[in-house]
């Protein structure tokens, strides 16, 4: 069955089905579009049950909540989510740090972490990757001089920032680095997995439907329109 699909600017992670790769209950639509080469900060939650699926039946079209009742039992905020306080680290493939100092991008032995690895890909889940468009834009404005491994990725996430679940959830700071335009589909998919590093078993997935822009409209500067007036 394919996800259903949630509109919601919070995105939940869900059980990872190991015999069944790729299989998601639901799918976040984002309420907002994104922008290439901009980050925008996506709060995550975990569920308060881990092992138990979302509970996602049907749509409400208007409000957009699902199953209401089942849905707060199992979004409990009063039950600890397992995962409560474990550090968040980036994987290599994703993890960006711009100008900023390194942080650590692996965990000490039998610290509590999760590991958050993703891919970006089409509707059909295909893979998708930087455009001949941006890739020549980046290359032409010397990006990634002091990352050089970070150039060609299609999807970059802050990793200098300290990160563990509060409250059940974390926020990062996302930003797509080629649009949805340049690669005729839209939207792209972000898929996402956080693994268990005391184990090496991945444990939650995430799967984002999300239009990318590719400019973003500036936000005129009122001081310096009244000097020119």
């Not at 049907?58 to 979004?75: H, P, T, V």
């Not at 335009?181 to 956080?194: E, K, R």
Request: proline letters at 8%; a positive charge.
């Amino acid at each position: 069955h394919p996800p259903i699909s949630v509109r919601s600017n919070v995105v939940f992670f869900e059980p990872y089905y190991a015999g069944e790769p790729g299989r998601h209950k639901a799918c976040w639509n984002l309420l907002e579009p994104m922008h290439r080469n901009y980050y925008q900060p996506i709060q995550f939650k975990l569920p308060s049950y881990p092992d138990t699926s979302l509970p996602i039946t049907q749509i409400d079209e208007k409000s957009g909540i699902f199953d209401n009742e089942r849905f707060l039992a199992y979004n409990n905020p009063q039950a600890m989510s397992k995962y409560e306080s474990y550090r968040i680290y980036i994987h290599p493939s994703l993890g960006y740090s711009g100008n900023a100092k390194r942080f650590k991008q692996q965990p000490d032995v039998n610290e509590k972490a999760l590991i958050l690895d993703g891919n970006v890909y089409d509707g059909h889940l295909n893979p998708i990757y930087n455009c001949k468009i941006c890739t020549e834009y980046y290359q032409t404005k010397s990006y990634f001089s002091a990352n050089p491994h970070a150039k060609g990725k299609v999807l970059l996430v802050k990793n200098n920032i300290l990160t563990r679940v509060k409250d059940g959830g974390f926020t990062l700071s996302l930003k797509p680095m080629c649009c949805s335009g340049h690669n005729s589909h839209i939207p792209l998919y972000f898929h996402f997995t956080l693994t268990n590093p005391l184990t090496n078993e991945v444990v939650l997935q995430s799967l984002i439907n999300v239009n990318v822009k590719q400019w973003k409209k500036s936000v005129p500067n009122k001081s310096k329109k009244q000097r020119f007036e």
